[in-house]
């Protein structure tokens, strides 16, 4: 074990045991029916410990395809089809519950390969390397001060440290508490830091939860800083799939579900929720209704947010659910995806994945080819390469077209030798589906239980208790609510896990 992890250790970073399950048979001792409505990693994660327990799950996904925004689907070239994801995703260490998922299609998680590195590109500053920093903290914090360029011992000195130590004090009460009617812009301000420091470090993180700072709650990237970095033994490593992700992950995971006895439904999009006496019924755009005991609503804040205004009973049964709807419903800012097929390649010095700082739209740049099986064919056999830019939080009303043509004007400022590529071909899109964390949202945040019998959610936008985000929020949100669903109907649960719930120095100041 390194000497970073044996500190951690010490100081208690380890992996937390939110729910261990067990607690009943391994299957429900009697006919048990599910909806979830939403086939993304939220509502397969759901279905998948649902049909374990011999729960008879109905999966109904909207789109002609699985995966929401960690979908994938063919598209037609000029020289054939090309597998296109919504959009790059980093599969961290510290994502327990959903690698405990993929874990169902791929024992050792092959398919999932380490990304090196973590680089911030910036036309002003040098970069700044993310990567390869010791796994666990205090360390890896030391360590990314002491050879960071964009903050030295005198900026230390001069920085407010007590507007710093909310960072280090992370608590799932407190720290909502204090800080969440602040935005994370004004806590950034209070910090005194050098505009380099702010740029490389801070800003580039908070834009990674497709949120800008002078409208993200200060509580919510906080904790976001914990989750990530001072809160997990296992560091900023993260790793990609091998393949697309319809092939790597949704393919096998539907047939899992189904080996269980399961339904995965795509092209079906649900379009009402009503109670039928103690038992709900969904209704779908085709005319069919699927009755079932427990629904589970695993779509994004827009969808849920229309869904629940469709669905008139729901006042009555769940009045609380229907009033945090409009606020909740607003999503966060739209965000861009671009990926290019190139003409010729990028310097091989270039890393797989990098971040970028204070571009006016580019956020992030991937190197499909150097990352996934099928782009790797394509640029082998072209002398090509397949790149991907990534915008998180963009203008409002601009069409993708032009924002893609931003994004590849900036890179080129980045990295010249982009800017000499000739595009073959141009798959680019906008959409608007992520969670706000606006200030003050929290305390109206909806959580997994809903206060109607059998009727719960789950996303990367629901409130948990314990330290979550993104994707693995996503699946956690998930796994709680088939367990509650199991709970209720006397089997035992999946365990649910998590980072360390508190801050290094929460309670010691």
């Known amino acids: 074990m390194a000497l970073s992890q044996r500190v951690g250790r010490l100081i208690g970073v380890r992996e937390h045991r939110v729910d261990p399950g067990g607690g009943g048979p391994r299957r429900v001792p009697r006919p048990v029916d599910a909806v979830v409505v939403g086939g993304g990693i939220a509502g397969m994660s759901a279905a998948v410990v649902l049909a374990e327990r ?10 002609p395809t699985l ?19 919504h959009g790059f995703h980093a599969f961290f260490r510290q994502y327990y519950n959903w690698r405990a ?3 169902r299609i791929d024992p050792g998680l092959g398919f999932l390969k380490p990304v090196p590195g973590y680089p911030v590109l910036s036309a002003q500053w040098p970069t700044e390397e993310f990567g390869r920093l010791p796994p666990a903290p205090p360390l890896n914090l030391l360590t990314l001060l002491a050879r960071s ?11 407010d440290r007590d507007a710093a130590l909310p960072l280090l004090t992370y608590d799932p009460v407190d720290t909502y508490a204090d800080l969440d009617a602040t935005t994370a812009e004004e806590l950034l301000d209070s910090l005194r830091l050098p505009d380099r420091a702010r740029a490389m470090l801070f800003e580039v993180f908070s834009h990674s939860f497709f949120n800008h700072e002078a409208e993200m709650s200060a509580a919510e990237m906080v904790a976001q800083f914990h989750f990530y970095l001072l809160g997990n033994g296992e ?10 992700y319809a092939t790597a992950i949704w393919t096998p995971l539907t047939r899992h579900v189904q080996r269980h ?5 795509t092209a079906t999009a649900a379009t009402a929720l009503r109670r039928d006496g103690d038992r709900w019924r969904v209704e779908t755009a085709d005319g069919t209704g699927y009755p079932a005991g427990h629904v589970v609503l695993a779509v994004d804040p827009p969808a849920l947010a229309a869904l629940v205004r469709a669905s008139p009973g729901l006042a009555t049964a769940a009045p609380e659910l229907v009033a945090r709807m409009p606020a909740f419903g607003v999503p966060g800012p739209p965000y861009a995806v671009a990926r290019y097929w190139l003409d010729g390649d990028v310097s091989r010095r270039r890393a797989v994945f990098s971040g970028v700082s204070r571009q006016p739209t580019l956020d992030s740049v991937t190197l499909y080819h150097r990352l996934e099986n099928e782009p790797r064919i394509w640029a082998g056999r072209t002398g090509g390469s397949v790149v ?32 000499g590529l000739r595009v073959r071909e141009l798959r680019a899109r906008v959409e608007a589906q992520a969670p706000a964390f606006a200030p003050g949202s929290h305390a109206t945040r909806p959580g997994v239980r809903t206060d109607a019998e059998g009727l719960y959610l789950a996303g990367d936008g629901i409130g948990t208790e314990f330290p979550s985000a993104l994707m693995e929020r996503s699946a956690a949100t998930g796994i709680v609510a088939a367990n509650h669903i199991l709970r209720a109907e006397g089997a035992a649960t999946e365990p649910v896990r998590s980072i360390r719930p508190r801050g290094l120095l929460a309670g010691r100041h």
């Not at 995966?67 to 994801?85: I, K, N, S, Y």
């Open 54 to 63: 011999g729960v008879r799950v109905s999966v109904l996904e909207a789109a």
């Open 67 to 85: 995966g929401g925004r960690l979908g994938a689907w063919p598209e037609r070239l000029a020289d054939g089809t090309q597998m296109v994801e």
């Open 101 to 103: 998922i993929l874990r």
């Open 149 to 159: 360029p964009s903050l030295r011992l005198d900026d230390l000195r001069r920085m």
């Open 235 to 244: 560091g900023l490593a993260f790793d990609c799939p091998d393949e697309d």
């Open 261 to 265: 006895g399961g339904r995965v439904l």
């Open 388 to 419: 991907e830019l990534h915008a998180y939080a963009c203008e409002p009303g601009v069409p993708a077209g032009e924002l893609a043509e931003r994004m590849r004007v900036e890179l080129g400022t980045l990295w010249p030798e982009f800017a």
